[in-house]
Nanobody, 127 residues
Framework: QVQLQSGPGLVKPSQTLSLTCSVSGGSISTNFYYWSWFRQPPGKDLEWIGYIAYTGSTYCRPSLKSRVSISRDTSKNQFTLQLSSVTPEDTAVYYC????????????????????RGQGTPVNVSS
């Protein structure tokens, strides 16, 4: 699976950040595949944001749940992260990633356990 991320590198405070991950080499509807978003703020640890499963169901980090929306477009083989009401604390490098859970283990919060990832998108929240 190859994932190509796209989205703006600069977002103003209070706006909505939108990032898209385009997948090639396989379908985002493949059974047991989970499609995740992570971020790493400058000088801080990597943080799991949420995922959308092959079924279309989503699950997000509780602390971000009120601001996060993860969706997909199966016709384009893409999935999208939207983060609303951003602040400078949302400044980070954002990654999309793919996890195959067909083996039953599904460590969705561990980026290193994912089978592939995007190139990373630096996002700066600043006026």
């Amino acid at each position: 699976q190859v994932q190509l991320q796209s989205g703006p590198g600069l977002v103003k405070p209070s706006q909505t950040l939108s990032l898209t991950c385009s997948v090639s080499g396989g379908s985002i509807s493949t059974n047991f595949y989970y499609w995740s978003w992570f971020r790493q703020p400058p000088g801080k640890d990597l943080e799991w944001i949420g995922y959308i499963a092959y079924t279309g169901s989503t699950y997000c980090r509780p602390s971000l749940k009120s601001r996060v929306s993860i969706s997909r477009d199966t016709s384009k083989n893409q999935f999208t992260l939207q983060l609303s009401s951003v602040t400078p604390e949302d400044t980070a490098v954002y990654y999309c990633a793919q996890l195959d859970c067909s083996g039953h283990a599904c460590p969705y919060q561990d980026l290193n356990a994912h089978n592939s990832r995007g190139q990373g998108t630096p996002v700066n929240v600043s006026s």
